[in-house]
């Protein structure tokens, strides 16, 4: 599977970005996909993820409310809809698919940076 990010940007806070991330090869073993993010001098996090259906979703604590993943099947596509950014949220994301176990396959980061 290769994932292909883009959408990250300069935003001010209380702004809004819209992620992407498509994914292509086989798709067929995909059975979730996420978003992570890492800021500097911290380690990666989860921030979102949601199963092939879109059924079961699930959000880092902080995000919620602000942030809305989504998926496109067809396209084999998953988005990250994020609003009303803080500083706070500045780091590299990351999308990933999984199989069902770990997280078997990392796109090549997006730069979001949001100022105050």
């Known amino acids: 599977v290769q994932l292909q990010a883009s959408g990250g940007g300069l935003v001010q806070a209380g702004g809004s970005l819209r992620l992407s991330c498509a994914a292509s090869?086989?798709?067929?073993?995909?059975?979730?996909m996420g978003w992570f993010r890492q800021a500097p001098g911290k380690e990666r996090e989860y921030v979102a993820s949601i199963v092939r259906g879109g059924v079961t979703i699930s959000y880092l604590d902080s995000v919620k409310g602000r942030f809305t993943i989504s998926r496109d099947n067809a396209k084999n596509t998953v988005y990250l809809q994020m609003t009303n950014l803080k500083p706070e949220d500045t780091a590299v994301y990351y999308c990933a698919t999984t199989q069902g176990s770990s997280w078997d396959y990392w796109g090549q980061g997006t730069q979001v940076t949001v100022s105050s």
């Open positions: 090869g086989r798709t067929e073993s995909i059975y979730a």
